[in-house]
C-alpha cells in the first residue's frame, strides 16, 4: 500500500466493539442544561479473539421515521468499501432514542493497521452478514430520513460499498457534522480541532471512540448541542453544511514546499473548500507538499471540495478527478479524499516550528 493511504485511512480504534443499550431520557440531552449525556467511557483494547458483544440491528417497519439519524462505519482495511460494523443513532423529539450496531462481513482481507484501532477481526466477523444483507435493515432508516456522519467518509463509505454490491446506494438527504461543527463554532474549530474526539471531549461527552455505534451516537448529541446553540432546526444546519465558502475561480498559485517534514508527494485540488485555494496550498506545501493546479504522472494525492452541478458538463465528478480515477486505473498511486481527510492529515504531523 502507498503511504498516503495509509497516512489518510479512516479513524480506527484500539477498543474493541461493545454494544449501546437503547437510551432512556435520562440518557438524552437536556435542553434546559448545559450539560449533555454522556456514552460509556472509552475503555482498553481486550485481547484479539476475545467474545464480543452481540449486535442489534434495528427492527424492520415499513416506517422509521425521526427528527435525524447520524451514523458511522468501520473499515477492514484501506478499502473505503469495506465495511465491517455499522453504528447508527436515532434522534426523536430532540433526544436520542436508539442505537443500533452491525458486525459486518467485508468479503476482504483485514489490515492489521485497522484491527490494531478497532480491535475487530475476521474471526469475529464470521457468520455475520454482508453488507448487502446487513444493509437492509437500515434501508428504512437512511431512505427516509436526513443522516449525518462525522466527516464525508462515512458518505464514501456507504456508496462505495453500496456499489462493490450492485445495490442501490440507500442514502437520500446527508449532512456533514463536522462542517457544522466549523461553521457554528468557528472561533474554536473553524480551523483546526473538529475531529470527533476532541469536539466531544470539550462538550463532556464521553464515548468509545472508533466504535460504530458510539461515534454515531456521539455525533448526534454534537448536533443537538448546535440546534440549541443556534436556534435553527437540523435542517437548516445539514444545508449550512453543504455550502462552500470559497469562491469558485482562482488565481494562479505558487508556494514553497516545506522540504523538513514527512509529508511529501504532489497534491491537487478540485472544487470548493471551507478554505480558499491559496490557504489550501499554502497549508499542503507547509506541510511538505508539492502543488499542483493540475492532475498530472506526479500526483499523489487529490482533495475534492463541493462539485457546481453546472460546471461538470453532465458529469457527476470534475475533469481532473475523472482524469486522476483513468490514472489510478493505469495503475498510478493516487489517493483521492475530502477536504476533512485532508485536514485530519495536516492535523496528524507535527511541525518543528
Known amino acids: 500500500m502507498s503511504f498516503f493511504k495509509f497516512i489518510f485511512r479512516k479513524k480506527k ?31 482498553s483494547a481486550v485481547p484479539y479473539g476475545s467474545k464480543l458483544s452481540e449486535t442489534r440491528p434495528p427492527p424492520h417497519p415499513s416506517s422509521l421515521k425521526a427528527d435525524y439519524i447520524t451514523f458511522d462505519f468501520e473499515t477492514a482495511n484501506e478499502t473505503v468499501g469495506s465495511i465491517c460494523q455499522i453504528g447508527v443513532a436515532v434522534v426523536k423529539n430532540g433526544k436520542v432514542t436508539d442505537t443500533y450496531s452491525q458486525l459486518v462481513d467485508p468479503e476482504e482481507p483485514f ?9 475487530i477481526t475476521a474471526e469475529d466477523v464470521e457468520g455475520h452478514p454482508t453488507y448487502p444483507e446487513a444493509i437492509k435493515s437500515y434501508t428504512n432508516l437512511f431512505n427516509q430520513n436526513l443522516a449525518i456522519s462525522h466527516s464525508s467518509f462515512d458518505k464514501r463509505a456507504l456508496e ?11 442514502l437520500v438527504y446527508w449532512g456533514d457534522s463536522m462542517k457544522i461543527v466549523r461553521r457554528v463554532w468557528p472561533d474554536k474549530y473553524g480551523k483546526a480541532g473538529y475531529g470527533l474526539a476532541n469536539v466531544a471531549r470539550d462538550f463532556g ?25 443556534t436556534g435553527k432546526t437540523v435542517e437548516d444546519l445539514a444545508n449550512l453544511s453543504s455550502k462552500p465558502k470559497s469562491p469558485r475561480r482562482y488565481k494562479p498559485i505558487v508556494v514553497e514546499t516545506n522540504q523538513a517534514v514527512s509529508l511529501k508527494g504532489q497534491i491537487v485540488f478540485t472544487g470548493a473548500m471551507d478554505m480558499t485555494r491559496s490557504e489550501a496550498a499554502e497549508l499542503a506545501a507547509h506541510h511538505g507538499f508539492e502543488y499542483s493546479g493540475t492532475v498530472t504522472k506526479k500526483t499523489t494525492i487529490l482533495v475534492v471540495g463541493s462539485q457546481d452541478p453546472r460546471r461538470l458538463k453532465g458529469s457527476n465528478k470534475s475533469s481532473k478527478q475523472r482524469k486522476a ?9 493516487i489517493s483521492i479524499y475530502g477536504e476533512d481527510e485532508f485536514i485530519n492529515l495536516l492535523e496528524s504531523v507535527k511541525l518543528d516550528q
Open 13 to 43: 480504534r484500539s477498543q474493541p466493539i461493545q454494544h449501546q443499550d437503547t437510551v432512556n431520557d435520562s440518557a438524552s440531552f437536556n435542553k434546559n442544561s448545559d450539560q449533555m449525556n454522556s456514552i460509556e467511557p472509552q475503555s
Open 111 to 119: 489490515d492489521g493497521v485497522n484491527i490494531s484501532v478497532h480491535g
Open 160 to 170: 462505495a460499498a453500496s456499489k462493490k454490491y450492485n445495490i442501490p446506494n440507500p
Open 205 to 229: 461527552i464521553k464515548f468509545k471512540h472508533h466504535d460504530a455505534e458510539g461515534d454515531a451516537k456521539a455525533t448526534a448529541l454534537i448536533i443537538l448541542r448546535a440546534i440549541q446553540e
Open 325 to 333: 480515477e483513468k490514472y489510478i486505473e493505469e495503475g498510478q498511486q
